[in-house]
C-alpha cells in the first residue's frame, strides 16, 4: 500500500447556533384538600400539544420538582382514590410553577367539594356558602341539613394560619343554587393581595376554577371584605360565576389609546403583563404606560423594533424581541425586584 498523505489544516470554525431557552421548573406540594395533609405517590406531569414534557411522584413530604420547556403549559396529578386535577399556565423561562395541586378524595355521585385557597400575605380568609333552604355553612356553622327534604352539606376545614385550603361538601344536593361567597376576615388588608382562588369539585371529575386576580365574580361590602364567587345548580351541577357587570375597554378617537383611571392595586415587588397586538414595521409605539402623580414612568414598555422595559424611570438594554411584521402575537413580560 502506498504512504499515508499529510493531514490537511482544520476547516474554520462554524458560526455559534442560539442558546437553547432558559428551562422553567414545575415544583410544589401535592395536598388533600378536605385535610390539609400533603400526599406521598402522586403523579405530577406536564403536557403540551399532548406531549409529555416532564414528570415526577410526590414524596414524602409532597413535594415534587422537574425541569420543562417555557410555553403555555397543562399540568396534572393523579392518585388512586382521588379525582384527576389539571390546571394550565403560561410558564416563562426560569419560571417556578408553585402552584399546589389539589387531590380532592373520589366524590359519590352527586356530591360537589368546594376548596378556597390563597396567598398568606393575607392571614385569615373564610370561605361561605348559603343553602338553598337558607341555612349558612361557615366556620361557626359547620352543618346545615335540610329539615323538609334532601339536602346536606358541611364545612371540612377551616385555616386560621394563612394560605388554605378551606375546604367544604355539598354531600346531598338539593334544588335550587348553592351561593358561594368569600370573607376577608383580616381587617385593614386589600383583599386582592389574597390572590384567592375557588375550586368547585363535581363528583363526575367536572373542575370549575374562580379567581379574585382574574375578575371571577363581585367583590362587595363596605371595605370591600367580600367576593361573591359562583351559584351551584342542586340538580344539574352547573357552575357559574355571580353576574357582575362587565367593563369594556374603548380606544379614545384620536389618540388610539385606552385609559385607565384611578388604578390603585400595581404589584409593588413582582408583576407579568400579557397582552395581543399587531403592528407595522414602521411603528416603534408603547404598548403598556403605567404612571402616577410622582413617578411617569413607572412600568413602561415601548419599542416594537426593540421590545424595551422601563420600571421607575429605569430602562433595561433594549431586548433582541420585536414583533413588527404586521400579525398577530401574544406578548408577555415578567419582571420581579432584586
Not at 476547516?11 to 442558546?19: E, F, M, Q, S, Y
Not at 410558564?91 to 380532592?104: C, G, T, Y
Not at 334532601?150 to 394560619?161: E, P, S, V, W, Y
Amino acid at each position: 500500500a502506498g504512504s499515508v498523505g499529510l493531514v490537511g489544516p482544520e476547516g474554520a470554525i462554524g458560526l455559534r447556533g442560539a442558546n437553547a431557552p432558559a428551562p422553567a421548573t414545575i415544583a410544589s406540594t401535592v395536598i388533600n384538600p378536605v385535610t390539609g395533609a400533603t400526599l406521598e405517590g402522586a403523579r405530577v406531569w406536564a403536557t403540551r400539544d399532548g406531549v409529555e414534557l416532564g414528570s415526577a411522584v410526590s414524596a414524602s413530604d409532597g413535594s415534587y420538582s422537574f425541569q420543562i420547556e417555557a410555553g403555555m403549559t397543562i399540568i396534572s396529578c393523579q392518585m388512586e382514590g382521588y379525582m384527576l386535577f389539571t390546571t394550565h399556565a403560561m410558564i416563562l423561562p426560569r419560571q417556578v410553577f408553585s402552584e399546589r395541586m389539589l387531590l380532592a378524595p373520589t366524590l359519590p355521585e352527586g356530591a360537589a367539594g368546594i376548596v378556597l385557597v390563597w396567598n398568606s400575605v393575607v392571614p385569615d380568609m373564610d370561605i361561605h356558602m348559603w343553602t338553598p333552604w337558607g341555612c349558612e355553612v361557615a366556620y361557626y356553622n359547620y352543618y346545615c341539613v335540610n329539615p323538609d327534604g334532601d339536602g346536606q352539606a358541611h364545612l371540612d376545614r377551616d385555616d386560621t394560619t394563612g394560605g388554605g385550603p378551606e375546604t367544604m361538601t355539598i354531600d346531598v344536593p338539593a334544588p335550587g343554587a348553592f351561593k358561594v361567597w368569600v370573607h376577608r376576615y383580616t381587617s385593614g388588608v386589600d383583599i386582592y393581595l389574597s390572590q384567592s382562588v375557588v375550586y368547585v369539585f363535581q363528583s363526575d371529575g367536572r373542575i370549575f376554577r374562580f379567581s379574585l386576580e382574574d375578575g371571577d365574580g363581585v367583590v362587595a361590602g363596605d371595605d370591600n371584605e367580600e367576593w361573591n364567587v359562583c351559584d351551584i345548580d342542586g340538580l344539574t351541577g352547573n357552575v357559574i360565576a355571580t353576574d357582575k357587570t362587565r367593563k369594556l375597554l374603548s380606544f379614545e378617537e384620536g389618540t388610539g389609546v385606552v385609559k385607565v383611571e384611578d388604578f390603585s392595586r400595581m404589584p409593588q415587588d413582582k408583576i407579568t403583563v400579557t397582552f395581543w397586538m399587531l403592528a407595522t414595521v414602521d411603528n416603534m409605539g408603547t404598548p403598556i404606560s403605567y404612571m402616577t402623580d410622582t413617578q411617569a414612568n413607572g412600568l413602561l414598555i415601548q419599542n416594537y423594533k426593540a421590545f424595551t422595559v422601563c420600571v421607575a424611570g429605569v430602562c433595561a438594554v433594549p431586548s433582541d424581541v420585536s414583533a413588527t411584521d404586521n400579525a398577530w402575537h401574544h406578548v408577555a413580560f415578567t419582571w420581579e425586584s432584586s
